[in-house]
Every structure is written in structure tokens, then in C-alpha cells.
């Protein structure tokens, strides 16, 4: 099981750190240092999630969910000044 941090709107991704050991059906805390970029402007942060099968979040809605469930990555924009 892995968790993977975009900070440049899914193009790359990187590995955070799980912060809790594994227990079954459990959630999990993780941490993911960010170091700022040099120069201003707005950034698109996400995080997928990947099961030990090797499943992994998608991108975009899955409509068969309809609003009740959020299965996908939400981008979190920021802004650096």
C-alpha cells in the first residue's frame, strides 16, 4: 500500500510517509514535505492512494457514485506568494 503526492497537477508523483503502522480496515495518517517553489503563482496539489492489490485511485468522478462518495483525487490549488 502505498500514498503518492502530485504537487505539479498529476504529472509527476511522489511517495509520502505512512506516519501509522498497518492494521486491517484501518485508516491511515501520512505526511509529505513540500518544499515551496522559488518562484510565485498558483500550484494544483493531490494524493491517490494505492491498495496492496495495486488499485489505485482514479482521477476523474465515477459517476456510479453519485455525491455520496468521493473516490477519486480532489486537487487542492494554492497559491504561492
Known sequence: MTVEVTTDGGKTWAKAKF?????PHAWRRWSYDWKTPDHPGQRTLMSRATDAAGASQP????????SYAIHYTLPIEVVVR
Request: proline fraction near 8%; charge should be negative; avoid cysteine.
Open 19 to 23: 506516519l501509522d503502522p498497518t492494521q
Open 59 to 66: 482521477v476523474t468522478f465515477d459517476e456510479r457514485y453519485f
